[in-house]
């Protein structure tokens, strides 16, 4: 398969320079340390860890908000570096924040989302097949003419992922999006998200909820910049030392199937998820 994401050796420093009582001081702190690896095109890959692991940095990066201090990422062959592509990188790989409000512009639903696609210098007869296309894609059809703000928090992600789907991503990262969220907020989202991925687009998603990352094709867990594990839910999720020494604690339904185990229960090593974990016990004689 093609990779869609490449990044090669990733490093990046936040400087903070302050003036005090006539002394510079200059302070550098290493947010990502050396990090390469390859996402391939329609993949669903979460990347979990605590504050501080560097994972919202990586996002960034990814995104072309932030440029690599060290190394270089290629998002479908174009170096995020290279100044004459960024928005074109930015078509390829939309951002979805952990705050909604953020990324709402306007006082109308379907003008929001159709910002994107106006300053892309999409035709207006495309804008509005992707509009009316993406609204419905989150469920979100009767609310075309209503004001983003009288919304609920769910709601407004929804709207922010129905603007970015509506500039056609062949990848989307997802920073946090369910961070500010109630839990069925929480859960819409991410229900959107696995439909999203299911149609093919190469989803990243930033958490810090281990259940969301079991979720995923692949996790990646990083810890003080660096990728700490790398792989499928099933094989990440039996490192319990490694993520316990990161303060990380392992799925709920990993944790109950592994309980299950002890007594004698066969339950799969592929089982992550509390759907999975439902399913097997429903179907076990």
Request: with cysteine.
């Amino acid at each position: 398969m093609t990779n869609i994401v490449e990044i090669e050796n990733l490093v990046f420093e936040y400087i903070r320079e302050e003036n005090h009582e006539g002394e510079h001081h200059r302070e550098v702190e290493k947010a990502i340390d050396d990090v390469s690896f390859v996402v391939e095109k329609g993949t669903f890959l979460a990347i979990i860890g605590k504050n501080g692991s560097g994972k919202s940095t990586l996002a960034k990066n990814l995104n072309g908000l932030l440029l690599p201090t060290d190394g270089r990422i290629l998002i479908a062959g174009m170096d995020t570096r290279d100044d004459e592509l960024v928005w074109k990188v930015r078509q390829t790989a939309g951002m979805v924040f952990q705050n909604p409000d953020n990324q709402l512009v306007s006082s109308i639903v379907e003008d929001d989302i159709a910002f994107g696609p106006e300053n892309l210098g999409v035709p207006r007869e495309e804008i509005r097949r992707r509009v009316d296309e993406s609204i419905e894609a989150v469920g979100m059809t009767e609310y075309l003419l209503g004001a983003p703000h009288q919304l609920s928090g769910g709601q407004k992600q929804r709207i922010a992922i129905a603007g970015v789907l509506a500039m056609k991503p062949d990848c989307i990262i997802f920073d946090e999006p369910t961070a500010m969220l109630d839990p069925q907020g929480r859960a819409d989202v991410m229900e959107i998200i696995k439909e999203l991925s299911k149609e093919g687009i190469t989803i990243i998603l930033i958490t810090h909820f281990m259940e969301e990352a079991a979720e995923a094709d692949r996790v990646i867990i990083m810890d003080d910049g660096k990728i700490l594990l790398d792989g499928r839910p099933s094989i990440v999720f039996k490192e319990e030392e490694v993520l316990k020494d990161a303060n990380m604690e392992i799925p709920m339904a990993v944790d109950m199937a592994k309980r299950l185990r002890k007594r004698g229960i066969p339950v799969p090593d592929f089982v992550t998820t509390e759907e999975e974990l439902v399913d097997f016990i429903c179907q076990y004689k």
